[in-house]
């Protein structure tokens, strides 16, 4: 299997501030033939499914604010959410589509400082 | 749009068989993948497995000798079930459908609470 860990378990940032969450794969998700990543990010708030964010490791889903953005390849990404809102608390996830069985990492929740 | 709603019991007394549904509304079950997955309380996320609307399918080794999942196109439904239950089955179950023909899941039901217990 392919172990997603995600580098912090929790993450305070200031409203207005840059939050970083930042994954990495047990072995690369870039798949050659086409030069994509398989690797997606999950917002989910309390009581809600998870919300796409990004896919393809930059691809940001149709609808979601461009305060998001996602890099990286390989082995090691990157959520960035350049200006932090109130609306932005919320467990975020990493995933990767590679290979199955398809896994996630731990989630990061992130709060206000 | 296309809307996703998982049904079944919510309690499964130990050993017995839990069976969910996933009816698909707003848009044909055709030409995607449908999975499910699942979050105890308190916990991340797992994926359990995916049927393709033509009835192929993928599990999750960790749970593949107990999973079964299949799906009903005439009624735009597609099922889950997982034998043998125990109390860690205990979860949210979701199901959600993949993107572009990819198993990247985009459509997520609003989840259903599955307690395991006598």
């Known amino acids: 299997d392919i172990v997603m860990t995600q580098s912090s378990d929790s993450l305070a940032v200031s409203l207005g501030e840059r939050a970083t969450i930042n994954c990495k794969s047990s072995q690369s998700v870039l798949y050659s033939s086409n030069n994509k990543n398989y690797l997606a990010w999950y917002q989910q708030k309390p009581g809600q499914p998870p919300k796409l964010l990004i896919y393809w490791a930059s691809t940001r889903e149709s609808g979601v604010p461009d305060r998001f953005s996602g890099s990286g390849s390989g082995t090691d990404f990157t959520l960035t959410i350049s200006s932090l809102q109130a609306e932005d608390v919320a467990v975020y996830y990493c995933q990767q589509y590679y290979g199955t069985p398809y896994t996630f990492g731990q989630g990061t929740k992130l709060e206000i400082k | 749009q296309v809307q996703l709603q998982e049904s079944g019991p919510g309690l499964v007394k130990p050993s017995e068989t839990l069976s969910l549904t996933c009816t698909v509304s707003g848009g044909s079950i055709s030409s995607y993948y449908w999975s499910w997955i699942r979050q105890p309380p308190g916990k991340g996320l797992e994926w359990i497995g995916y049927?393709?609307?033509?009835?192929?399918?993928n599990y999750n080794p960790s749970l593949k000798s107990r999973v079964t999942i299949s799906v009903d196109t005439s009624k735009n439904q597609f099922s889950l079930k997982l034998s043998s239950v125990t109390a860690a089955d205990t979860a949210v179950y979701y199901c959600?459908?993949?993107?572009?023909?990819?198993?990247?899941?985009?459509?997520w039901g609003q989840g259903t609470t599955v307690t395991v217990s006598s």
């Open positions: 959600a459908r993949g993107k572009d023909n990819q198993i990247l899941m985009d459509v």
């Open positions: 049927i393709y609307y033509n009835g192929n399918t």
